[in-house]
Structure formats: structure tokens, C-alpha cells
């Protein structure tokens, strides 16, 4: 029997209620082993708390076939530091916006699941960053890594910061800016791309570094091989700065050195056949939308 776990954060939201209950009912129908992430199955109402065909979980272990997320895009972010590098694929059903990485609608869920379980889809492997400091952050080591993007930017100040830049030990500028973004392909459709960034497909091996409103104007985003270990160092006005790991956020102060590189493992999304990342360009940004075609 397979064993599937069930990821979500705002059951509050209208959609995520009506997609939790039409899942639930496909997988009883599949005769799966369904287990719900604590926090979000403590949202459900009693009627489905007291259903003893569900279990809960607090973490996950290799034991797992497949976890399902449901929201946005930032509900699988956030599901990725359960799966970690359990290698568990993940299926996203979205209730949010856009929605790049969850891109199974509500209404499709009984049909992409059937699919899914007789192993019709495919695998998307994404690349993720892992990062460290000098000296040791403990928030930041136990959650080492990111699927979109790290960035750092000012804290309680508008003025802007200065991010010294390495790569694989070369120095390559010092940024002026507000912040400065590395993103995987993954995250170059997300704060990369709103700052200026590429899109870079998911196949391709680069990384990409964005400024965040460069004071420097001749500062553009550079791509650059994704096995570059690169290394920050930020001084400011004020003592410290922060860090975002996708949306898990960190103080650190302006003496951290922090180095980032990619990770020795990848995060596996579920895909179905017909489903491509072009396509999803051109749904989700709207290409080629005119009112002259």
C-alpha cells in the first residue's frame, strides 16, 4: 500500500478547504495509506479529525511514496524542508496564484492522481543551494538550503548595503544596492525575475546573481555556472543584515562570512505527461497574450 503524506498551511482559505476535501476523498478511493502534516490536519474540522483512515505526521522518513502539497508555490517551498533529501517526489496542487512548481488545478486533481498512480508523469529534478557562515548560524545550519533563491538585504534602515562578492574565490564586485538575490532556474521565475533576473529553464546548470535596486547602474544580473561556490560579505550602516533561505528569514551580523554553493541533493516534482515548462511560460506570463493576435 502506498504512503502518501499530505502538506498544507491555510486550510482557512476557501480553496485549500474545497481541494483538501476532494483529495481526500481520491485517495480513500485509491486505497492509499494518507497521512496529514499535524499542524494543518489540527485546521481541519472535527467531522475529519475524527476519521480514523487519517494519521498524522510531524516529519517524514524514506518510508514515504509521495508527498502532496496544497497551496501555492510557497507551500511546496515550505514543504521542501520536510522532504529534505528523502528523495520524496512531490505533487503540488495549487490554490494560489501563479504557480510555477503546484500546477494541478483543483478541478484536475481526480484525473492527474489516477494518472499519478499508475505511474503516468514524470520527474522534474530541481537543484537547490545550500549555504553556510563563518561563524556558525545554528537557524542556518539546521535548515541549510533553498530551492528558489538566497538574498540578502538591508535591515531597519533605507540605506542601501554593500554585498562583496566572490566567485570560487575571485573577486568579482561589490554590490550597492538594497540586496543582492542567487537564485536556481527554479527561483529565476520568482524574486529573480521580479528584480530584473532571466528566466533560466530547470534543465539548465546555472545560477543566476540579481541586485536588488543597484545604486551601481551598470549592475546587471550575471549567470553563472551552478558549480560556483560563492561567497558574501555585507557592511552597511547598520551592524546587521538580513538573509532569506526561500521564506525562512535570518539576522545576521555584518562580521558573518556567507558562502553558498549547490546542494548535494535534488528535489523531485511530479509531472504530468503533457505538462512542460514552456508551456507553463506561456500560461502563467501571459506570452504571446496580444490584443493584435
Known sequence: MMKIAVYGQN???????????????????????????????????????????????????????????IGGDGTILRAITYVRDLAIPIVGINTGRLGFLATIQTDE?????????????????????????????????????????????????????????????????SYWADGLILSTPTGSTGYSLSCGGPVITPEANSFVLTPIAPHNLSARPLVIPDNTVVTF?????????????????????????????????????VERLDETFLETLRKKLLWGEDRRN
Do not use: W
Open 233 to 269: 560579505r555585507v557592511n552597511g550602516r547598520e551592524d546587521q543584515f538580513l538573509m532569506s533561505l526561500d521564506s525562512r528569514i535570518v539576522t545576521l551580523a555584518n562580521t558573518t562570512t556567507v558562502a553558498v554553493k549547490k546542494a548535494d541533493f535534488t528535489i523531485k516534482l
Open 109 to 173: 486533481i481526480e484525473v492527474s492522481l489516477s494518472e499519478i498512480f499508475k505511474g503516468d508523469y514524470k520527474i522534474s529534478e530541481r537543484s537547490l543551494l545550500s549555504v553556510s557562515t563563518t561563524p556558525t548560524n545554528n537557524s542556518v545550519a539546521e535548515t541549510n538550503f533553498a530551492l528558489n533563491e538566497i538574498a540578502l538585504s538591508r535591515k531597519n534602515t533605507t540605506s542601501m548595503i554593500t554585498v562583496e562578492t566572490h566567485l570560487n574565490d575571485e573577486y568579482l564586485t
Open 11 to 69: 486550510y482557512a482559505k476557501e480553496s485549500s478547504q474545497k481541494a483538501f476535501e476532494i483529495l481526500k476523498e481520491v485517495l480513500f478511493k485509491h486505497n492509499v495509506e494518507v497521512f496529514v502534516e499535524e499542524a494543518f490536519f489540527k485546521q481541519q474540522d472535527d467531522v475529519c479529525q475524527e476519521e480514523d483512515t487519517i494519521n498524522t505526521f510531524t516529519e517524514l522518513d524514506k518510508s514515504y511514496d509521495l508527498l502532496i502539497s
